[in-house]
């Protein structure tokens, strides 16, 4: 039901006389600030950041992920008033309308029925020795910028070592929350694992079809939807980083910073103060191949080459953690 401005402007009226009566008009009118902003902080802190709000939120998005990855692949297991718009209407369109429309249960039964029952179709159950993760996420730390705190990881990162296999996590990191919450479910259900950002999966995905390929020096993308990062590599070894917000990218401006990593020119300056997350360059390199992965990889299609691990650009992260798993002594 919406109030128009009249009856708006009455249960206003009457909700002050209630207040003026039980005296509470003042103190509603006089909040303290201070204790507002304690109440904010609670409300994050306490309930935001909760593990269990979390992991309904990293779950929530995974599912929405795995629908669209899904429906873009087969579009035929769209209802069929969706599918009879293909013929007129871009499918990305379609089938993010098509999600948009599902409730939360009906978005979950059905990310549940279209992976959820692999296992149980082939008669396997599921009893991993070892679980590899890929997971984003900006991490928080009290007063600094998420996209800081994101790309300080990166840097710090780099100061052990230039080995993108290296770059993974086996217990809770106390910043990156999704990460812990990932940790604190593997505790939960008994499995041994290990986490990686999603961005360094990918690269490390297409890091082994470059040696497949005999590729030593190359520039590795994974182009997502929502962060694009770039990764200089010779010889297996880290030379240069960058990391952007996607939407902020053209193919002319990503062609730009690719060249620029390349050369040893680019700067942090240059991407944090373009609103991305920051760049951080060793030396130059003479890449033999531009190298690209991820849902948007369209973006740099004429201006470098799919990866194939596996056969297959869908599995790039998966190899790339089995790639590192493969490194770890278990």
Not at 53 to 58: A, C, E, G, Q, S
Not at 59 to 71: D, M, P, S, V
Not at 155 to 161: A, P, R, S
Not at 277 to 296: D, T, Y
């Amino acid at each position: 039901m919406r109030l128009n401005d009249d009856e708006n402007y009455q249960l206003e009226e009457k909700l002050r006389q209630y207040l003026k009566e039980k005296n509470l008009l003042e103190e509603v009118l006089d909040i303290d600030k201070t204790k507002l902003k304690k109440l904010k902080k609670i409300m994050f802190t306490k309930m935001y950041q909760h593990k269990n709000i979390v992991r309904k939120m990293y779950a929530g998005k995974q599912a929405i992920k795995g629908l669209y990855n899904g429906l873009m692949e087969e579009e035929k297991m769209l209802p069929e008033f969706y599918y009879k718009q293909l013929s007129y209407r871009k499918k990305h369109r379609v089938i993010a309308d098509y999600i948009a429309s599902m409730s939360d249960r009906y978005a979950l039964n059905f990310y549940n029925e279209m992976y959820g029952k692999l296992l149980e179709l082939a008669g396997k159950e599921f009893a991993p020795d070892f679980v590899a993760v890929a997971c984003q996420d900006h991490g928080f730390i009290k007063g600094q910028s998420d996209r800081v705190t994101r790309f300080k990881y990166f840097e710090e990162k780099l100061e052990e070592t230039r080995d993108p296999q290296e770059f993974f996590f086996t217990e809770k990191t106390g910043f990156f929350s999704r990460f812990d919450s990932i940790f604190d479910q593997l505790k939960e259900k008994g499995y041994s694992g290990f986490i990686m950002d999603s961005k360094v999966a990918s690269i490390c995905g297409i890091l082994a079809y470059a040696n497949q390929q005999g590729i030593k020096e190359f520039v590795g993308l994974d182009i997502g939807n929502g962060h694009t990062l770039g990764v200089s590599i010779k010889k297996g070894e880290i030379c240069g980083l960058f990391e952007h917000h996607t939407r902020y990218l053209t193919p002319e401006k990503l062609k730009e910073l690719v060249n620029k990593l390349s050369e040893a020119t680019l700067t942090f300056e240059e991407v944090f103060n373009d609103s991305g997350h920051g760049a951080v360059v060793f030396e130059k390199i003479k890449p033999e191949k531009v190298l690209i992965a991820g849902p948007n990889r369209m973006l740099f299609k004429e201006y470098g080459d799919y990866a194939y691990p596996g056969g297959d650009v869908m599995i790039t992260g998966c190899i790339g953690l089995y790639e590192t798993l493969k490194r770890i002594n278990i």
